[in-house]
């Protein structure tokens, strides 16, 4: 089974400074890992992923995300936030061998960007 | 524009009816999802569908049942058993080729038991 911890449920930072948004997984399998977004009443929105290759991934608005096998972590960064950055990030894995492809979610960080 | 349409946005059910919301996809995805999200609790996987005809329970499916008669839609009703339906419920589909293994969800629907 797999279960995913995100450490800081809310994270309140100052526009333009830097944030790290927490993120570690437990599996027995081998796993894809993705962040994804969630603004005030919409869908969740699919902000990057790690399938394979390099352990940093980054999304085109500026996050960016590493993969850390030995200490199982997926930590999402950004080194300066803007007002529109505000919103609720989920951090995500599935089994890379099919179990239905079902993701197994944290519980969520609430990022709220004071002017 | 291809993606997954959810609807109604807003729904309110009475005490003992069963509601159902509407999941569509022109994404010619093959599988498809229902979580619930609730405050503080992030989001619960319900039922899921890997192919047309075939449905399996997630970890929150009493109260709940849905159907996969076509590829394009998958429909979840909330029934009279389920004690606490007020929730956000958000449907998904796959992506299996390309890039691979991604989920993508719709804007989700509001119930409200009143």
């Known amino acids: 089974a797999q279960s995913v911890t995100q450490l800081d449920s809310q994270v309140p930072v100052f526009e333009e400074a830097p944030v790290e948004l927490r993120c570690n997984y437990s599996s027995s399998v081998s796993v894809y890992l993705f962040w994804y977004v969630q603004y005030p009443n919409q869908g969740l929105q699919l902000l990057l992923k790690y399938l394979s290759g390099s352990t940093l991934v980054e999304s085109i608005n500026g996050f960016e995300a590493e993969f850390n096998k030995s200490q199982t972590s997926f930590h999402l960064r950004k080194p300066s936030v803007h007002i529109s950055d505000t919103a609720e990030y989920f951090c995500?894995?599935?089994?890379?061998?099919?179990?239905?492809?079902?993701?197994?979610f944290g519980q969520g960080t609430e990022l709220s960007v004071k002017p | 524009d291809g993606g997954i349409t959810q609807s109604p946005k807003y729904l309110f059910r009475k005490e003992g009816q069963n509601v159902t919301l509407s999941c569509e996809q022109n994404l010619n995805h093959d599988a498809m999802y229902w979580y619930r999200q609730d405050p503080g609790q992030g989001l619960r996987l319900i039922y899921y569908?890997?192919?047309?005809?075939?449905?399996q329970k997630g970890d929150i499916a009493e109260g709940y049942s849905v159907s996969r008669e076509k590829k394009e839609s998958f429909p979840l009703t909330v029934t009279s058993a389920q004690k606490n339906p007020t929730a956000f419920y958000l449907c998904?589909?796959?992506?299996?080729?390309?890039?691979?293994?991604?989920?993508?969800f719709g804007e989700g629907s509001w119930l409200t038991v009143v």
């Open positions: 569908s890997q192919i047309v005809n075939d449905f």
């Open positions: 998904a589909s796959r992506e299996t080729q390309g890039s691979g293994n991604t989920i993508y």
């Open positions: 995500a894995v599935t089994p890379i061998y099919n179990q239905g492809g079902k993701l197994i």
